[in-house]
Nanobody, 126 residues
C-alpha cells in the first residue's frame, strides 16, 4: 500500500494563512487523482479540494473557493493546499487521499479513495 503523509497544520488566527503538504511514497505519482478532506469532531468527513492526475483540473467545495488553492508537483510526489483568509469553520483534521480508478468522477466520496494519510490538525482561533 502506498504511504501518505500530511503535514503543515498548526494554530492560526482568524484571517491568517497556512500551507499544507501531502507527500507519497509511490514513485509514479501522476497515476493518482488527489483529494483533500477534512473532519471536525462530531462531524462527517467532507471534501475540500481535489486535483487531476496532470494538474489541469481542480475542484473545491463552495465554502473554500477563492481562499484555498490546490496544486501538485508530480516530480516530488507532492500535493499542496494553500489556505488563505482562514475562518473558525476551517478548524479540522485535514487528510489527503489518493484515487486510482475513477479520477474525478467520485471526488467527493471518501470511501472511493485507495489510500489515506494520517492527517494534520488545523486550529483557527482568535
Amino acid at each position: 500500500q502506498v504511504q501518505l503523509q500530511a503535514f503543515g497544520g498548526g494554530l492560526v488566527q482568524v484571517g491568517g494563512s497556512l500551507r499544507l503538504s501531502c507527500t507519497a511514497s509511490e514513485g509514479v505519482f501522476n497515476r493518482y487523482f488527489v483529494g483533500w478532506f477534512r473532519q471536525a469532531p462530531g462531524k462527517e468527513r467532507e471534501f475540500v479540494a481535489g486535483i487531476s492526475r496532470n494538474g489541469v483540473s481542480t475542484y473545491y467545495r463552495n465554502s473554500v473557493k477563492g481562499r484555498f488553492t490546490i496544486s501538485r508537483d508530480n516530480a516530488k510526489n507532492a500535493v499542496y493546499l494553500q489556505m488563505n483568509s482562514l475562518q473558525f469553520e476551517d478548524t479540522a483534521v485535514y487528510l489527503c487521499a489518493l484515487e486510482s480508478r475513477s479520477g474525478s468522477a467520485y471526488k467527493d466520496q471518501w470511501n472511493m479513495y485507495d489510500a489515506w494519510g494520517q492527517g494534520t490538525q488545523l486550529t483557527v482561533s482568535s
